[in-house]
């Protein structure tokens, strides 16, 4: 290539000039496309900011003067509860001491004065310090005034934490700033808020931390209240965590400081101060209050409704709620008082837990957490303790019931109570009588509470369909179950009770629930109720029902004790003895678990220590039993249950005159009913509220082989050697006379 054809410098400046143009307008484009689309961003969120704001509930001065205390309702609209149960003080502006608004502004909004309810500075720099980790004294980027709307409307709820929410809370604030002065908004915040403990207000929390109005209080006692409304149980000076109080304290003393209310050495000297100094455990004037319920009588119930509302993302004592639950408080009145007072115990360090749920829904009706308890307030809840072995209050659900679900056992199969060892150990099973029945009835079996038969009954079955039979009764476990476990499940009385109501509504389980309904501040209202789902079959249910009658009208029934006249009930008593090597004897745990049609019971009564506490007496194992009787009479008395209806896929049979079931066009219906058409007795009519059975005509032609293989493989028939629930049977397959039980 000759020089000339070499490009000049100006000429390759000028091949790049389209090129760099190209790239300034495509920057530019790109920079006008955010900037429109932030501006897009803009006018939409504006647009629905103020579309949400439109929607925003009222918010009047008597709903910012109120103290917003959940209110809770018995299952007839009585007041049963309100957070707390103080004595309430309003505090007038003149009795406000400046000291405390000064205090209050510095920790929760220094910029209150200078904002008008919103504060676009304290939102972002509430976002900044987040993400550095630091909040440098600040709670968030809500105002004072935007707490205030909160409190006085809205709940805290998760499902109140969304955009709209957030939108209608700055509208609010704006409004009640055009409306309200700073001091009045600083005089309702203050005597608004949760101080712990049950205390609404400031001026109350003063009376009931230090037996003071707040114009009496000193520095170090002003800074402590102004900085407890973030964390109230957390900061109060009353909790075990004395260091937590003490450092909230401080924080406020020094926020006071950096707004110059305080010199450095008015905090340094009221940071000396022990925040437990002056503590009035008197409570100062507080006592008393507007519902005329004993809190003692409905502390378990209330404890499990307030759990229950955190756990559905309420604040029930700062979100001002209107909770109706399902409490029955005249059934729950008469189980405190049975307990405490009528029904006698072996001592007062004797304790029981129960649940009483309704078999319809699912409703919790009653409940008591322990007796004898003084001044206790939320304290252990044994009615939903799980750390207690059932015993033989598990036979039904994880034994029995599943063999009649899965295998279709009639009533009358046979089941051995004879010497045995759980597999690959030496562990020798027994009986609290120490003794072996030989071959007898599932039916007697349970009736008379026998440990083998109903763990023989679970090793046919297998764990895993008894696991699967459990769970749809609301019943499971981390470890895997064995067969111990079919004479010992660890659930608590009120799994229990509702386990119990799948048997007494006929095989549908609920979910046990305390709450019908919540009205937050704003008038909405959400509805609570538990979708039944199907656990076992209805001939299963009926099955189990009508042997556990047994367990009450049998002459060897293990619930005599409990049996009440004229009520039509079915139940299981439970026992657990002492742990070997435990130098105790006896039982150590007794259960009774019962219902009718209307109500299912589940009773525990033993010793919290029970390896250190007194051992319990043989009399006293029935006290479960006796506190069971008095309960479902008076329940029963309220809402007499008729008796079960047979479906009409179970049969009545007799087998030597007694009356048995089995599911109809079963393997053991059919045998049966070929058996029975060769035998002198017939199938009798059974009760009125059940449809008949015989023996159909077509099966009258069954040879005597066929007899044969039935009496084998129904060994209820078989000799066990003379045991007293034994049965003879003759050579051509009839039934002879049986010992009596």
Known sequence: MSNNDQPTRSSRLENKEPEVQTKAGLAKKIILTCVSAFILLVIAGTALFFYYASSAPKISQSELESQNGTT?????????????????????????????????????????????????????????ANVLGRSDGMQGGSTLTQQLVKLSVFSTAASDRTFKRKAQEAWLAINVEQHFSKNQILDFYINKVYMGNGVYGMQTAAQYYYGKDLKDLNTSQIALLAGMPQSPTYYNPLSTNIQAATTRRNEVLNAMVRSKYLTQAEADSAAKVSVTKGLDSDHGNTSGGDVNVDEKVIDPYIKEVLSDLT????NPY??????????????QKHLYNAANNTISFQSDKMQTGVAVTNPHNGKIIAMLGGRKLGNVVYGLNRAVQTNRSSGSTAKPLM?????????????????????????GTNFLL??????????????????????VPAIRALQTVGIKRATKFLGRLGISQKKAYTLQNGIALYISPLQMSAAYSAFANGGTYYKPYYISSITTQDGQVKRFSSQGKRAMSRATAYMITDMLKGVFTDSAGSGRQANISGVNQAGKTGTT???????KNGVMDSWMAGYTKNFSIAVWTGFDRPLSDETMTQSSSYTAQLLYKNLMQYLDGKDHASNWTM????????????????IKDSKWALEYSAFNSDSSSSSSSSSSSESSSSSSSSESSSSSSSSSSIISSSSVFSNNGGSSSSTATSNNGTATSAASH
């Open 72 to 128: 809770i309702y018995d299952n007839q609209d009585r007041v049963i509860s309100r957070l707390g149960l103080q004595k309430r003080e309003y505090a007038k502006d003149s009795q406000i001491p400046e000291s405390l608004k000064h205090a209050v502004v510095s920790i929760e909004d220094r910029r209150f004065y200078k904002h008008h309810g919103v504060d676009p500075i304290r939102i972002f720099g509430a976002a900044f």
């Open 311 to 314: 756990a559905k993302g309420y």
């Open 318 to 331: 700062t979100d001002g709620l209107q909770v109706h639950t399902n409490l029955d408080l005249d059934a």
């Open 399 to 423: 034994d029995y019931g599943p063999a009649i679900e899965y295998l279709q056992w009639p009533t009358f199969k046979a089941v051995k109570d004879t010497k045995y060892y759980y597999p």
């Open 430 to 451: 027994k009986d609290f009588d120490n003794q072996y029945k030989g071959t007898m009835t599932m039916r007697d079996a349970l009736v008379q509470s026998r440990n």
């Open 577 to 583: 003895n002492y742990p070997s090597g435990s130098g």
């Open 647 to 662: 479906p009409d896929t179970v049969e009545a049979v007799r087998v030597k005159g007694k009356r048995y079931l089995a």
